[in-house]
């Protein structure tokens, strides 16, 4: 086993993987979606735990905190550790219309406008492994639906220059949300060759109509969005 220096296990890790930033929904999912968890990781703060998925194989939930560099740290940990198949469950902000807060969307592919996926060599686009992303859309329909198609990464949470507006990218193809984590997912995962997709929770919407999320609509969605991704790591 290769030594990692932030992720330190104290439970066996799956090798399939839930991955949202948030310790606390890391907490959430692994008490709705895991029998008897263990916790995982709980160093840096960033919650991990290990238990039985509704499949009655193991299942491992890792927050990776937020941003690209925070990520890619756990993700690439993760893989030495042996992780194989990987799904972000985080959240995002709309950038079109036709949204609520809450909406899932099942991201194909994602704009790097990023710079930890850059650094990794990431070109304009990255995309996640087909088959998953398949698997996330079914399970997802079978659950309240999602759209799927093409998100944004960003490297800011708080944007005065209005680059959440305008992410450049191709009108043919528009994304339809913006984040903070899936490019780097995708890239890793491309490099490191293990299996990678996303399924993201609208939390903000950014386009001709604005709003915010409460917090129980939040955890709703993301137990949502959680159900999806174990349902399709199990399919």
């Not at 799927?148 to 043919?172: C, I, K, M, R």
């Not at 780097?184 to 609208?202: D, E, K, P, S």
Request: aromatic residues 2%; glycine residues 12%; proline residues 5%.
């Amino acid at each position: 086993m290769t030594p990692t220096l932030h992720v330190h296990p104290t439970a066996e890790l799956a090798e399939r993987v839930l991955l949202p930033g948030d310790p606390g929904r890391a907490l959430l999912l692994a008490q709705t979606l895991l029998e008897q968890p263990k916790m995982f990781n709980h160093n840096r703060g960033l919650w991990g735990y290990t238990g039985a998925a509704a499949d009655g194989a193991p299942l491992t939930i890792q927050s990776t905190g937020m941003g690209g560099p925070s990520a890619a740290i756990v993700i690439e940990e993760l893989v030495r550790l042996g992780a194989r198949r990987l799904v972000r469950v985080g959240t995002c902000g709309a950038l079109v219309g036709g949204f609520v807060l809450g909406d899932a969307i099942v991201a194909q592919e994602a704009i790097c406008k990023d710079g930890t996926s850059r650094a990794l060599g990431g070109g304009e686009r990255v995309a996640a492994d087909p088959a998953l992303t398949t698997a996330l859309a079914t399970a997802a329909a079978d659950d309240g639906g999602a759209r799927s198609g093409t998100v944004v990464t960003t490297d800011l949470f708080y944007d005065e220059a209005g680059a959440h507006a305008d992410p450049d990218h191709d009108p043919a193809h528009p994304a339809l949300a913006i984040e903070m984590e899936t490019a780097t997912l995708f890239r890793l995962a491309a490099l490191r060759g293990v299996q990678a997709g996303c399924v993201l929770a609208v939390s903000d919407l950014l386009g001709p109509k604005r709003g915010r999320i409460d917090a129980e609509a939040m955890e709703a969605a993301a137990q949502r969005i959680g159900r999806v991704a174990a349902t399709a790591l199990a399919a």
